[in-house]
């Protein structure tokens, strides 16, 4: 992520107008539906829905603008990027432990969300909430009954993790391993595939990659296991998240070409991977929260949008249900939606879809779960210094131990009951394939059968080569995402789904402004430069609508850096030749087919 320090720009804003957003912000009293506070200036009222990362973004950047901004978010700041407190966990005073619905990747292919960063004050960090982000030192393939594949992740100022013998003896079997059983002339063709992506013109992955599956442009069904599962499943869902068979080669690609270049040190805002040394509402999303209320942003929790109304060519009002459940008007010279498109699209009515186009064309993006469990163990375990991909777990787990990269915290000084020592926090990519223990989908299990199966996949992929990494004895307690719901019935749900990336996607993803005057849209299914549902998209989503805001008001405010993705010139000249191959019907030269 980017970081320039406290602030990076000053803008211009009447002291009546800030001391009145400042006082707005100060509280939720009775008033609070009106999204006009008393000292906004005519024209400069704007209804946020939403307190995720998008609509946290689009508040910071019409705030600084001089903006009078309302946030209504229904359950909690933060969105799908925010910790949590696990109930009834705090004894002793400490704190209780950390949850959350996923666990948080900052790589450093990311520009817009540090430029954000940055700008975020946290005391004694010259550089903000941007300082927060540390470099786990290594990460690794874990594969079911071989040796697992440990790769460092080198970067200046890095510090390679200590090694024992067996360590060393363990990542030379793994490596060794994986190259007499991945054959050359298959690593030869992902290389070549890689080339021909790298090299294609911009019109040929909007068109041709975009209704290309990676699977099917790697020729995954012709290779073998280790192909399948390292070069393509492996890094799809590290970089990713998403599923090989179904994603877009265009997001895989442009994806996977962006970390190459970071690992490189090409474009990079940092290094490839970097996670926050707190848990994050401590780390980034409080402190944020605060440094907006300090701009005038007002906050109402527990508002729910129920729907944009349309008429006379514009939005006239928003209709939402207040904590109570009573519906309220609300009233607002611009607003912004910035609530998943699962939810969103559901608060659109015919007459403002019919106003643009595409509106409508958000009920073909699709979504699917991807949730997190922690499991907290009574003694420290750092499994591995970074993340961990379970490459053969029928569920597709990825996880970190995280107390580790949390060097100002003592876990079982700080946090639960003192017995805890450590979380690890997993991700469930796969919920609709059948477990090793029940023999049931994720979905099908009740919750608690959820956590035991997992930890028998996890066991399973780390205990397999006479080393026990997990045993039962360590466990002391788990954390399922309480936005699941309705596990083991017949129609569970999620609140908090992952837009997914299967063919044909990038053409169906809206842009920030639309066809409407007073209504934009962010969060991380618009289009952006980074053609990934993720914070980043969100973060750059919520600039493209707030300079879109300032282009019909026509303000001389100074518009929202949207920093777009590295570019490196020798291969730019490469994807020109591309471009005339491609308008002539050819296929890239390098292109075996």
Not at 281 to 288: K, L, R, T, V
Not at 348 to 360: G, H, K, N, T, V
Not at 516 to 529: E, K, Q, S
Request: glycine fraction near 10%; aromatic fraction near 8%.
């Amino acid at each position: 992520m980017d970081r320039t320090g406290n602030t990076r720009r000053t803008f211009m804003a009447g002291g009546a107008a800030v001391a009145g957003a400042v006082a707005a912000g100060a509280g939720t009293g009775a008033a609070a539906h009106a999204a006009s506070g008393a000292g906004a200036a005519a024209g400069r009222s704007v209804a946020v829905f939403g307190g995720g990362v998008a609509g946290l973004t689009a508040a910071h950047e019409l705030a600084e603008r001089g903006y009078a901004v309302t946030v209504y978010e229904r359950r909690a700041l933060g969105g799908k990027a925010r910790s949590m407190d696990v109930p009834g966990s705090a004894k002793g005073g400490r704190r209780p432990l950390p949850g959350e619905h996923g666990f948080r990747f900052v790589p450093g292919i990311y520009h817009n969300l540090p430029d954000t960063m940055r700008r975020i004050p946290f005391p004694g960090n010259p550089g903000g909430v941007w300082d927060n982000l540390v470099a786990p030192r290594e990460m690794s393939f874990a594969r079911t009954g071989r040796e697992d594949i440990r790769i460092p992740i080198p970067w200046p100022g890095h510090q390679p993790p200590e090694l024992s013998l067996d360590d060393i003896r363990r990542a030379l079997t793994g490596l060794i391993d994986t190259a007499l059983n991945l054959p050359a002339h298959e690593v030869l063709y992902f290389v070549n595939r890689a080339l021909v992506f790298l090299t294609s013109c911009d019109e040929r992955r909007d068109d041709q990659w975009e209704h290309t599956p990676w699977w099917e442009f790697t020729r995954a069904d012709r290779m073998s296991a280790d192909y399948q599962r390292i070069l393509v499943v492996g890094v799809t869902r590290n970089i990713v998240a998403t599923k090989a068979e179904e994603a877009s080669t265009r997001t895989v690609g442009s994806l996977g070409e962006a970390f190459v270049f970071n690992a490189l040190g090409q474009g990079a805002d940092g290094p490839p991977d970097r996670i926050l040394n707190l848990p994050t509402n401590e780390a980034w999303i409080d402190p944020w929260v605060t440094h907006l209320r300090t701009l005038g942003v007002r906050f109402e929790l527990g508002w729910t949008l129920r729907e944009v109304r349309y008429g006379a060519g514009r939005v006239e009002a928003a209709l939402v249900e207040d904590p109570s459940g009573v519906r309220q008007r609300i009233t607002a010279d611009h607003y912004v939606s910035a609530i998943p498109v699962e939810h969103a699209r559901r608060t659109w009515p015919a007459a403002l879809r019919a106003a643009d186009p595409q509106l409508a064309r958000c009920d073909r993006l699709q979504t699917d779960w991807m949730t997190g469990i922690q499991f907290y163990l009574n003694r420290p375990t750092p499994i591995l210094h970074g993340h961990l991909n379970c490459v053969d777990t029928p569920w597709s787990l990825t996880a970190i131990a995280q107390a580790q990269h949390w060097p100002d915290r003592d876990f079982p000084a700080d946090y639960g009951d003192g017995v805890a020592a450590d979380c690890l926090s997993v991700d469930v990519s796969e919920w609709d394939k059948p477990g090793i223990l029940y023999g049931k989908t994720a979905k099908q299990c009740t919750r608690e059968q959820v956590a035991r199966e997992v930890w028998a996949q996890l066991k399973a992929t780390l205990n397999d080569t006479g080393r026990t990494v997990l045993s039962d004895g360590m466990l002391h307690s788990w954390f399922l995402d309480p936005g699941v719901d309705g596990l083991g019935t017949p129609n569970p749900t999620n609140e908090d789904e992952l837009l997914i990336h299967p063919v044909g996607t990038f053409h169906n993803r809206p842009s920030a402004g639309t066809r409407i005057p007073n209504f934009f849209l962010a969060g991380d299914y618009v289009a952006v430069d980074i053609d990934l549902a993720t914070m980043e998209g969100a973060n750059a989503s919520a600039r493209q609508a707030v300079n879109a805001l300032l282009d019909r008001e026509g303000s001389t405010a100074p518009r929202c850096r949207v920093i777009p993705m590295h570019r490196v010139p020798a291969v730019e000249a490469l994807k020109r030749h591309d471009l005339l191959r491609y308008r002539l019907g050819l296929p890239n030269a390098l292109d075996l087919g």
